[in-house]
């Protein structure tokens, strides 16, 4: 088996097009993915793309010929849809393919647009992640499930809406110099408390905004990276997904998620680490609750005392262990499709030290989590840098 | 590296459900192959599932694990979406995971619920495999699509309506003893040619209907198999994907198809063997020019001659070398995203004898040919039977 050689990242600008469409935004992330890496479009051996909501969206399926023609590539496209998750999952299958030497180059992203479709329309659209028969109809929305999760937290293991604002107030700050990031302004604890309400404990602040955006990684063989003399200090070493009941109301606890849980637990076995060897997470925290949710599956924090981790300092720019330096689904934005692929590309900077952040991380792993709907679906990555 | 062994194969009939969901549907399938493979669902280390129109039909996106979950199966579960390749883009990913050693079990489907959205509402959801900023907003559907490569055709090597006839003829023949599909009757070249026109050339029945039903194919290591003792004559030998420009007025030919060339050309080579050896093709007929496009990337005719094959007899179920004998998608229907594991099912059936058309295969090797839209997308496997 060879490695999955990180060759190049690339994003766009985390933000609002308005003008622009879904496939223009992820050519302008493989270009630059395949400028980082040095390797020409005619290179690129097959796509691998994540997307969520583009038949919503933008009237469009079949979107993988659609981009891979985008991005001047010439190659078998495959479109992954696994909601907020879409691009970990195609992350994760093109791992497999490129480790197990079915491909040399494969070009792996996701887009996104959410924006044209305004507020009201966007959390429907995102709404379809959940069960629309059983969830859906009954009046959910995203914001309304993951208040829930956090009620059932805060019941089980205690902590505090200020608890929750200290992770914004975190990740905001984390996304001040990040020049991808949709929103490079600072917040304070009383800002996030004083937000309007979006689902009780919720907040505007505890919510990650609506983005347009793009983002690509190319990864190659071992093989191939050697016979070009390419620079590719970082390699993805451990994938894993779990996967659990659609609904809610038929999962045992609302404050765990067991199929983020499961997808770490492999994904570390596979890259032969454990939870303490981590330097630096990404984690999908599309509301502040889901980042306790993910550090605690990460095994990053005990179960309870993830609430805590931000407020403390733990999870900080300056603590031991930092969480979403790029500014998270938070603050850096969470155009979904995009999201997955997103995480890998900062976590590659982040490591290889050309990230404006890098300086805050002390050691060679970084993990990143992905997780779709209310985690039902999740995808883990392990990174790591040659020393 | 191991085979992957087709352990078990199931489908729905395949017809009009407006009162079942999506997900109902392919339980009912993966039960069925669940139970044909003597495989118990806890046994699935994962799922993996192709939809096109989920989102449009049933405002359900996030849909692998709701489809795992309705066919018992706790296991991750990842959504693949290439149009009417949807199923087949699975396929080939699982695959690759199952020789790869990264997964004994597996189980790989599809579903479409199309009737619920009417005939408008179903061409329009269609459209969206086809590019809808520079083809379907200039009002282009799928039937004018396949009417103009038909033009195309004829222009560049002959042929009339009555040659795609023979085709309607043919399939809707071979589907009268099959028992999922969803016309059982008989139908004359003169019917065919008084039929209403959709796009000229092409009439009702050179079109495949709107059809809801589900598919499903489990896969397993040699290794499980054997530890088993499953009965497993079946195999996937080889595994190809070609990809094209999406929007016709892009491609150099209309009359040919060269994502499905490549496609082919890689599965023949992967499971080393020609287009002689291919004894039987399960082949995406969705209208009946689809089918001379099919099986001449494939090399079952030349470039020309495939228009005749079937008035000539040669891919009759009592010709050198049937295709269709399932009554393709033109008479056994094609629920979108089930096809490409459906074809799957057929072949298996076909070739290990249990298949009420088994009696026309002579040999031990089927393909199945998988497209997506106006084949910018497109799947090819080999299957091959212990003789």
């Excluded at 924006?115 to 929305?141: F, K, S």
């Excluded at 919720?202 to 390419?230: F, K, W």
Aim: charged share 20%; proline share 4%; net charge negative.
């Amino acid at each position: 088996m060879t490695d999955a050689r990180v060759a190049g990242v690339g994003l766009t600008h985390f933000g609002t097009y308005p003008d622009r469409t879904g496939r223009d935004l992820f050519a302008e992330a493989a270009v630059r993915a395949l400028d980082d890496a040095g390797i020409a479009p005619n290179a690129v051996e097959e796509v691998h793309y994540g997307n969520f909501m583009g038949e919503l969206a933008e009237h469009q399926g079949h979107q993988g010929p659609l981009v891979a023609e985008a991005a001047g590539v010439s190659a078998p496209a495959t479109r992954y849809e696994s909601a907020c998750a879409s691009s970990g999952a195609a992350v994760r299958e093109t791992v497999r393919n490129v480790r197990n030497g079915e491909v040399d180059v494969a070009l792996v992203g996701g887009a996104e647009r959410m924006n044209n479709l305004g507020t009201a329309g966007a959390t429907e659209a995102l709404a379809i992640a959940a069960d629309d028969l059983y969830e859906v109809r009954a009046g959910m929305t995203f914001p309304g499930a993951y208040a829930l999760m956090a009620r059932a937290y805060f019941r089980e293991f205690g902590g505090s809406r200020s608890d929750l604002a200290a992770i914004a107030v975190k990740n905001h700050r984390h996304a001040l110099p990040n020049e991808h990031a949709q929103y490079r302004s600072e917040i304070s604890v009383e800002d996030v408390l004083e937000a309007p309400m979006v689902a009780d404990p919720l907040g505007l602040y505890d919510s990650c905004p609506l983005t347009d955006g793009a983002s690509a990684v190319v990864l190659v063989s071992e093989a191939y990276a050697a016979e070009r003399d390419l620079d590719t200090p970082v390699s993805i070493t451990g994938t894993g997904q779990g996967g659990d009941r659609m609904a809610l109301q038929d999962r045992e606890h609302l404050a765990r998620s067991p199929a983020a849980e499961e997808a770490a637990a492999e994904a570390y076995a596979d890259a032969g680490i454990d939870a303490a060897d981590v330097a630096v997470a990404e984690v999908h925290d599309c509301f502040t609750i889901a980042e306790v949710l993910a550090i605690e599956s990460l095994g990053l924090a005990k179960h309870g005392a993830g609430i805590g981790a931000a407020r403390r300092g733990e999870t900080t720019a300056d603590g031991d262990r930092p969480v979403n330096l790029s500014g998270g689904l938070k603050a850096k934005g969470h155009p979904v499709g995009a999201t997955g692929t997103s995480q890998i590309a900062e976590l590659t900077r982040l490591l290889r030290g050309d990230h404006p952040n890098s300086d805050h991380v002390d050691g060679t792993v970084g993990v990143a989590h992905n997780a779709g709907g209310t985690v039902a679906s999740a995808v883990v990555h392990v990174l790591e840098v040659e020393p």
